[in-house]
């Protein structure tokens, strides 16, 4: 069973910037597809962005521009770089795992995170 433990999750003002980091175990590959979701009380799960090893992305429109993802292979670490941060960014951040490229659907990803709650305050 892959672990992945996000991090970096907080409260921010409207117009601030966080950057989420997500290390999978030791024996996980970095060959992984890895994403980015967040879930808002009451919605469904969002896409936001993916990466895979040689450093392709690919984002949801919501957050072009505003959102970068990044991934240090080596470290088996994904990052999530968020600015300019809006009120309705407020959610809690997942990452996930997935052999597949480009997956938008939660259930192209088999492995998840537990989870970091990003609050955007007024």
């Known amino acids: 069973q892959e672990q992945l433990v996000e991090s970096g999750g907080g409260l921010v003002q409207a117009g601030g910037s966080l950057r989420l980091s997500c290390t999978a175990s030791a024996r996980t590959s970095g060959s992984y597809v890895m994403g980015w979701f967040r879930q808002a009380p009451g919605k469904d799960r969002e896409f936001l962005a993916t990466?895979?090893?040689?450093?392709?992305?690919y984002y949801a429109d919501s957050v072009k521009g505003r959102f970068t993802i990044s991934r240090d292979n080596a470290k088996k670490t994904v990052y999530l770089q968020m600015n300019s941060l809006k009120l309705e960014d407020t959610a809690v951040y997942y990452c996930a795992a997935s052999a597949f490229w480009r997956g938008v659907s939660a259930t192209e990803y088999k492995y998840w995170g537990r989870g970091t709650q990003v609050t955007v305050s007024s």
């Open positions: 990466s895979r090893y040689n450093g392709d992305t």
